[in-house]
C-alpha cells in the first residue's frame, strides 16, 4: 500500500478562513505554462486563488479552510502535467542544483554528437561535386542517423517531456513547437535518406537541440541567481529552540513546539530563534536584519531581540513572544514572497500578450508551410521553414520580460531593508514627482531621544536612569535608554502628575517635573537651549540636573531631503506637531513649504489639492497613525518598527532608523520602469523582425534555436541591471 504524506503542516491559515500553501512546480517555462496552471486551479470552485511566479517556478494556492484537502492541490497539478511538491527550501537548493547537472550532462552528449555529425556533414558537403558515390554519401548520412536519434531521444528530454504534459493536460506550452520541429526534422531526415536523397537535417536537428540546451541551462543559471537574489530566508530560520524548564534544566524542541510566554536560552554564536524579550543576561546582538546596522549592539534585560539576529557573545534568557510564524523574520518572508509574487500593471500586460501571441505560432508555422506548397516550393523545403517558424516565434522573451525585473528589483530592496507591499507599488513610485513627509516618526525618530546628554555627567545620568527605569513614562525610558538600560531602583514610589521618588544612600532621589524637583532655574535654561524639547527634572540631595528630551531628525534625514531634491522632487512637510517643532525640522532641512497642526482630514484635502494639480504624490508617514494619509496618495512608504511591521499601511515599508532607503527606492523603481520598457520593446522588436526572416526562408532552424535562446538571455541579463548602483546612474541622468 502506498504511503500518503500528511501536507497539512504545509499549509497556512490565515483570517477570514483562508488557508494556503505554497508549493514548488516543475515545468513552468513560459507565459503559457502559468496561465495553464492559474486557469486550470480557477476551475475549481473551492480555490479561491492561484499565483505563478515565473521566475522562482513557485505556485501560491489559497482555499476556503475546510474546502479542500492540500493533496488535492498537487493532485490537480499533476492533472496539468505539472509535478509539484511543497515548497522547502532546502529541497528547492537541491532540486536547482540536481537540474542543472542533468542539463549540463544533456548539454555535453548534444555538443559531443554535434560535432561527430558535423564532421560527416562536412564530409558530404565537400563531396557534393561528384567526389563522393551515393552510397558513400548514403553510409554517411545513416552513420549521422545512428549517431542524432539516440542523442535526440536522450539529451532532448528536457523539451520532450514537457511538451507530453502539456499535450497530456489539453494544453500547449513554449516546448510543443520545439518538440514539433525537431521530431519533424529527424522524421523527414529519415525518410530523405532511406530514398537517398542528397539532403538529411540530422546535423540541423542535433544542433538545434544543443543550441537549446545551451539557452537553457544558462536560463536555469540566471534563475538561479534570481532566487538567490530574492534573499531566502530560510538561512536565518532556526528549526529548534532550547527551552528552559522551571527547575533549570533545558530541553532542545523544534520550533513549532516553542509557545508564547515559554523562556528559552539562546548561547552565544546562535541565532535568536524566537521574538521576545530579554529576561536575564548580557551580551550583544547584531541586528543588521532589522535596522541595517553592522555594529554589535549591547542587549540586556528588557530588551527586545528578533529571531534571525545573531547572539555574539553572553547567554541569554529570553521570553517568547512569537515562534515560528508571527515573528519578524516570517513577516519579512511574507512581505519578500508577496513582493515577487504581485501582478503589477506591466507583468499583466506581459503574460497576456505572450499568452494570446502563443496560439499564433502553430497557426504561422501551418500558414506558412501551406503558403510555400502553394507557391510552388518542395515539401520538404517548405517543412523545413515551417520548422524555423515553429522555433523563432517561441514567446519566451516576451514573458520573461517583465517578470525578470520585477524580482530582481524587488531583492534590491530587499537587501536596503525595503519591502514592497503591492505588486503596482514599484511602477507607482517611479512615477512619483513630489514627496510629502510627515514629520513626528518619519522625518524624526520614533522615540523621544535625550538632546543634552553632553551636559549631563555619567555619573548623574546612570542614577537618574535607574530611577527612569522604574517608570513608563516615554520621557523617563528616554533618559533610561541613553544611559543604557540599568538596572532600576527598589521600593519607588510613584507621585502621580508629578513624577517618581525613592531612597538612595539615605537621601531621596526624585525624577519628575522641575516644580516636583525644585530645578525651575535650571529648566529655564534648558528650555532655552532646547525651545521645542520637553523637560524632565532630576534632584538627589542637593544635586539638580535637567535632562531635555525630544525629537532627534534622522541621521541622514539632510542627504535624503538633498538626493531627492537632485532626483526631481520637491520636498514637502505635513504635519499635526505644533508650529514651532514643525518650524525648527523644516529649517534644518531647509524645506520650504511645510504646514503644521493638521488633522488627518486636513492632509487628506491637502493630497487632494495636489492631486487636482497634476502632481503625482509619494507619501511618507507612519504607518500607523497616517493611514488615511498613505492610502489617499499616488503611492506610499513608511519607516516602521519592527513591531509594527505587519500592521503597516504604506505601499512599501522599510526597516531601521536612516530615510535613505527613500530615495534609493525611487531610483531603483525608477530604473526598474526604464528596464521593463526596455525588455518589452526588445521582445517586440525581436519578434517584429525574426518572424518576417523566418516566413521568407532566410533563416535555418539553427539560426532559429539561437535566436530564441539568444532574446531570452537578454532580457534576463537586462533585468539584472536593476540592482547595480541605482542611485548613482539615476543621479548621473538627472545631472
Known amino acids: 500500500m502506498a504511503t500518503q504524506q500528511d501536507l497539512s503542516v504545509f499549509v497556512r491559515h490565515g483570517e477570514g478562513g483562508v488557508a494556503g500553501m505554497e508549493l514548488a512546480v516543475e515545468g513552468i517555462r513560459c507565459a503559457g505554462c502559468m496561465h495553464a496552471i492559474e486557469s486550470g486551479l480557477a476551475k475549481d470552485a473551492s480555490i479561491l486563488k492561484a499565483r505563478v511566479n515565473l521566475a522562482l517556478k513557485r505556485v501560491t494556492v489559497e482555499w476556503k479552510d475546510g474546502a479542500l484537502r492540500p493533496e488535492g492541490v498537487i493532485e490537480r497539478l499533476g492533472a496539468l502535467g505539472f509535478k509539484a511538491y ?68 536522450y539529451a532532448g528530454r528536457p523539451f520532450f517531456e514537457s511538451a507530453l504534459r502539456a499535450l497530456r493536460a489539453g494544453g500547449v506550452n513554449m516546448d510543443v513547437p520545439i518538440t514539433l520541429g525537431i521530431v519533424l526534422a529527424l522524421g523527414m531526415s529519415v525518410v530523405e535518406t532511406a530514398n537517398h536523397s542528397d539532403h538529411a537535417y540530422f546535423d540541423g536537428a542535433v544542433m538545434l537541440i544543443f543550441f537549446l540546451l ?27 529552540a532550547t527551552r528552559l524548564l522551571p527547575d533549570g534544566t533545558t530541553v532542545t524542541l523544534p520550533i513549532a513546539a516553542i509557545a508564547p510566554g ?17 529576561e536575564s543576561g548580557r551580551s550583544e546582538i547584531d541586528r543588521s536584519l532589522v535596522t541595517g546596522e553592522t555594529d554589535p549592539a549591547p542587549i540586556a534585560a528588557g530588551g527586545q531581540v528578533h529571531a534571525g539576529t545573531m547572539n555574539l557573545s553572553g547567554a541569554l534568557s529570553v521570553r517568547v513572544e512569537a515562534a515560528g510564524t508571527g515573528t519578524l523574520l516570517d513577516e519579512i518572508d511574507k512581505l519578500m514572497a508577496q513582493a515577487v509574487e504581485s501582478r503589477s500593471r506591466y507583468v499583466r500586460l506581459s503574460d497576456r500578450a505572450a499568452r494570446l501571441y502563443a496560439p499564433l505560432v502553430h497557426a504561422t508555422a501551418l500558414a506558412t508551410l501551406v503558403g510555400w506548397i502553394v507557391f510552388g516550393l518542395a515539401w520538404h523545403q517548405a517543412l523545413i521553414i515551417a520548422i524555423t517558424v515553429l522555433i523563432i516565434t517561441c514567446p519566451c522573451a516576451l514573458g520573461l520580460a517583465i517578470p525578470a525585473v520585477q524580482v530582481v528589483a524587488a531583492s534590491a530592496l530587499f537587501r536596503r531593508q525595503v519591502m514592497l507591499k503591492e505588486g503596482d507599488a514599484l511602477e507607482r513610485l517611479a512615477e512619483a514627482d513630489m514627496v510629502v513627509f510627515d514629520k513626528t516618526g518619519t522625518l524624526t ?143 534644518d532641512l531647509g524645506i520650504a513649504d511645510w504646514r503644521s497642526g493638521l488633522r488627518p482630514d486636513e492632509k487628506l484635502h491637502a493630497l487632494d489639492d495636489l492631486a487636482k494639480h497634476g502632481r503625482k504624490v509619494l507619501m511618507v508617514g507612519d504607518g500607523l497613525n497616517d493611514a488615511p494619509a498613505l492610502a489617499k496618495a499616488h503611492v506610499s512608504m513608511s519607516p516602521i518598527s ?77 533585468a539584472l541591471r536593476a540592482a547595480h548602483r541605482p542611485v548613482a546612474a539615476i543621479e548621473e541622468a538627472a545631472s
Open 642 to 718: 519592527a513591531t509594527h511591521l505587519a500592521q503597516a499601511a504604506a505601499d512599501i515599508v522599510f526597516l531601521g532608523d536612516s530615510l535613505s532607503p527613500v530615495a534609493t527606492s525611487l531610483a531603483i523603481a525608477r530604473k526598474a520602469r526604464a528596464l521593463m520598457m526596455e525588455n518589452l520593446w526588445f521582445a517586440v522588436l525581436y519578434n517584429a523582425v525574426a518572424v518576417p526572416i523566418a516566413i521568407a526562408g532566410l533563416a535555418t532552424p539553427l539560426v532559429a534555436a539561437a535566436a530564441m535562446s539568444g532574446s531570452s538571455l537578454v532580457v534576463t541579463l537586462n
Open 445 to 587: 525618530l520614533p522615540e523621544p531621544d535625550l538632546l543634552n546628554a553632553d551636559a549631563i555627567g555619567p555619573e548623574i545620568l546612570r542614577a537618574a536612569a535607574s530611577l527612569a527605569a522604574a517608570s513608563r513614562h516615554p520621557l523617563a525610558q528616554a533618559i533610561g535608554r541613553a544611559a543604557g538600560s540599568p538596572a532600576p531602583c527598589a521600593e519607588t514610589q510613584e507621585h502621580r502628575g508629578l513624577g517618581i521618588a525613592a531612597l538612595v544612600a539615605g537621601e531621596e532621589m526624585r525624577l519628575g517635573s522641575p516644580a516636583f524637583c525644585d530645578a525651575e532655574a535650571l529648566a529655564a535654561e534648558a528650555g532655552a537651549r532646547f525651545p521645542t524639547a520637553s523637560l524632565i527634572a532630576w534632584r538627589h540631595g542637593d544635586r539638580r540636573a535637567v535632562f531635555a528630551v525630544g525629537q532627534k531628525l534622522r541621521p541622514d534625514a539632510r542627504a535624503c531631503v538633498e538626493k531627492l531634491r537632485r532626483l526631481g522632487l520637491e520636498p514637502v512637510i505635513l504635519s499635526g506637531d505644533r508650529e514651532a517643532a514643525v518650524a525648527a525640522v523644516a529649517r
Open 262 to 278: 515559554d523562556l528559552v536560552l539562546v548561547q552565544p554564536g546562535e541565532r535568536v530563534c524566537v521574538d521576545g524579550r530579554v
Open 214 to 240: 545551451i539557452g537553457r541551462y544558462l536560463d536555469q543559471m540566471m534563475r538561479r541567481r534570481t532566487r538567490d537574489l530574492a534573499g531566502n530566508l530560510a538561512a536565518l530560520k532556526a528549526e529548534t
Open 86 to 153: 511543497p515548497f522547502l527550501p532546502s529541497a528547492e537548493r537541491d532540486s536547482v542544483t540536481l537540474e542543472e547537472r542533468r542539463l549540463l550532462r544533456y548539454l555535453a552528449v548534444a555538443g559531443f554528437a554535434a560535432m561527430n555529425i558535423m564532421l560527416l556533414s562536412v564530409s558530404v558537403w565537400s563531396g557534393a561535386n561528384g567526389d563522393l558515390s551515393p552510397v558513400t554519401r548514403d553510409f554517411f548520412h545513416w552513420l549521422s542517423a545512428l549517431i542524432a536519434l539516440p542523442t535526440a531521444a
